[in-house]
């Protein structure tokens, strides 16, 4: 009686064993046998792989009728990347085509007074973005850029 006591736990731990390894998704590891070692399956091999990281941030295009006070971070003569450091630092950015050629980037503010959105730029922005400047909009179109 023990003797078929300790086979039926036997069986009943290789049946729970068994029950686990196949739980377990099968493309999580693919078996080498050449050197009998587990490495990444091509699917998550080809996640992690992805050249640009999921942190970065996307920036949109300016609406064509946005009116206000922009903080213009950078402009550039052809689209910065999408891992420039400028994206890093800044979230929300929006750019425009500007009409001499090259781009814009910039911060949507809600600054009514440009010497509110001046004294932003002055204390928070400029460390970042030295080439920062204010600039006011009208549906649209960049009417003035202030010193």
């Not at 390894?21 to 992690?48: C, E, G, R, W």
């Not at 979230?91 to 007074?113: I, K, P, Q, S």
Request: hydrophobic share 35%; aromatic share 10%.
């Amino acid at each position: 009686m023990k003797h078929f006591t300790k086979n039926l736990i036997g069986i009943l731990c290789l049946l729970v064993s068994s029950w686990e390894i196949s739980a377990q998704p099968m493309d999580a590891f693919v078996f080498q046998p050449s050197n009998l070692t587990a490495s990444t399956s091509a699917k998550q091999q080809y996640t992690h792989r992805s050249k640009t990281p999921f942190f970065y941030r996307h920036h949109k295009r300016l609406e064509l009728t946005h009116s206000g006070i922009v903080l213009e971070l950078i402009v550039s003569e052809r689209p910065l990347e999408r891992s420039h450091p400028i994206f890093r630092q800044f979230g929300n950015v929006h750019y425009d085509r500007l009409d001499e050629g090259g781009y814009a980037y910039c911060v949507l503010t809600n600054f009514g007074d440009v010497k509110k959105a001046n004294e932003f730029l002055r204390q928070m922005i400029l460390r970042r973005a030295p080439e920062a400047r204010v600039v006011r909009y009208k549906l649209g179109k960049r009417k003035q850029i202030v010193q």
